[in-house]
């Protein structure tokens, strides 16, 4: 996600650092890469005009000349500019009580029956909701069964009548969702071109007809700039509240999320991450402009715990790192919480500095993990709250239970005694995070 793009900007903010001060010839020569690297990325070429305009007037201001650190300010200019089109704040889901009603909309192939079931997943974890995820995809073969597979496959009710009207299922399924106790129901739409005038009357009529309180309509990132002309279609003939992006982490350039705000003022609200059913993620301006910049996203990791994990253990386990009594019990369920987040890489790669630290180009073999573990179960109760009793026969046994080496065991112990380190750092305020 944004790999390109992110890697062509540091670079040429690193030129920009190195300079003592901003002349108009250093930011011409800076600015002009920025503008290479906005255009390979296939943002719109107005937006990108507009962006660099903004980044050199705001560099060769007085606030920057004054500056003992102006390679610094440069860099919260151009941060600045990025959340400015990224749409600054975040836009939150509509959820209005009793029940909310929600319609996907999109072209075919973008993604939005999948999209449908990662937002009823996220409504029901994150907000305790009961949602309806409703069949109105009465066109694409197999679209209905679809949708029903992942019902089943998330315990989600699916509400179908088959290859019925799509105007009448929507308005049978509110009757539905109200003696049901449904309170929040997402109507997936078949996909269809903005200018296909039956298929979008048809949109038209659903919306008239069940008065959705949220229209989002599902981009695939790699539609690039002719997103925007989709949403401005779409949007003529229906009153849209937001876009979900998807397929954001096979696209390296993510051109449309710089472009799509900022020309059509419709905001993005979510981005699809992954192809499994938590791989959706609220859309963040700043966290967006942080990633892109290297910062970090630390909200979305926040996010992600708060979804998965389980609060009760966290928080035995800080009160535990902040006494200094952590230890490899605590370390084995710590690991089985992590594995909830998914990927671990995919964690690393949202961490502040992990392109200077090395850590977004890290695979993780799955199995690594499987091998820690099994370690850990190898010992007794005492050996993992007293490490420091492990002496060679033990080792050796250990070793022996799980499989691995004696050598592997070692590195274990070792890394585990680092990271009880690190956590005294954070602990006494000698540890900075690299940003």
Request: charged residues 30%; neutral net charge; hydrophobic residues 40%.
């Amino acid at each position: 996600m944004f790999e390109s793009l992110g890697d062509r900007l540091q670079n040429a903010i690193n030129k920009i650092k190195g300079y003592g001060k901003i002349t108009e010839d250093n930011i011409s020569e800076v600015t002009r890469e920025i503008r290479l690297a906005l255009l390979e990325a296939d943002v719109n070429y107005k937006v990108v005009k507009e962006f660099i305009n903004n980044v050199k007037e705001k560099s060769l201001g007085e606030e920057v000349q004054k500056s003992l650190k102006p390679g610094e300010v440069f860099v919260k200019i151009v941060r600045d500019e990025l959340i400015d089109l990224l749409g600054k704040e975040d836009e939150p889901l509509i959820i209005i009580k009793p029940m909310t009603i929600l319609m996907m909309a999109g072209l075919q192939g973008s993604g939005k029956t999948t999209t449908v079931g990662k937002l009823a997943l996220h409504l029901r974890k994150k907000y305790g909701l009961k949602p309806l995820m409703v069949a109105c995809d009465v066109y694409r073969p197999a679209a209905i069964e679809q949708l029903k597979q992942l019902g089943k496959e998330l315990n989600i009710e699916v509400y179908s009548e088959g290859k019925g009207n799509p105007v009448e299922i929507a308005r049978n399924s509110l009757t539905y969702a109200k003696e049901n106790g449904f309170n929040y129901v997402l109507i997936d739409t078949a996909g269809r071109l903005h200018i296909d005038e039956d298929l979008m009357r048809e949109l038209q009529s659903i919306n008239e007809e069940v008065k959705p309180n949220e229209i989002l309509l599902v981009i695939d990132s790699m539609t690039g700039q002719d997103a925007v002309n989709v949403i401005e279609g779409f949007n003529n003939k229906l009153p849209l509240t937001g876009a979900v992006l998807t397929k954001l982490d096979g696209d390296t350039k993510g051109g449309a999320a710089l472009s799509i705000r900022h020309l059509t003022n419709i905001p993005i609200k979510f981005i699809g991450v992954s192809e499994k059913m938590d791989g959706l993620e609220k859309f963040r301006p700043q966290s967006m402009a942080n990633r892109i910049l290297d910062m970090g996203d630390l909200m979305s990791i926040a996010d992600k715990a708060e979804t998965l994990l389980d609060s009760d253990e966290a928080l035995k386990a800080a009160e535990k790192m902040q006494k200094g009594k952590f230890d490899l019990e605590d370390f084995l369920v710590q690991l089985n919480q992590i594995k909830k987040l998914g990927p671990l890489e995919n964690i690393l790669k949202m961490l502040p500095g992990a392109k200077k630290m090395g850590l977004n180009n890290i695979n993780i073999d799955p199995k690594q993990m499987a091998h820690i573990e099994a370690i850990i179960l190898s010992m007794t109760p005492k050996e993992r709250k007293n490490p420091d009793i492990l002496k060679a026969s033990r080792k050796k046994r250990i070793a022996a239970g799980s499989g691995q080496t004696v050598e592997e065991v070692n590195r274990l112990l070792k890394q585990f005694e680092q990271m009880k380190v690190m956590m005294k750092q954070f602990k006494n305020g000698s540890l900075k995070l690299p940003f």
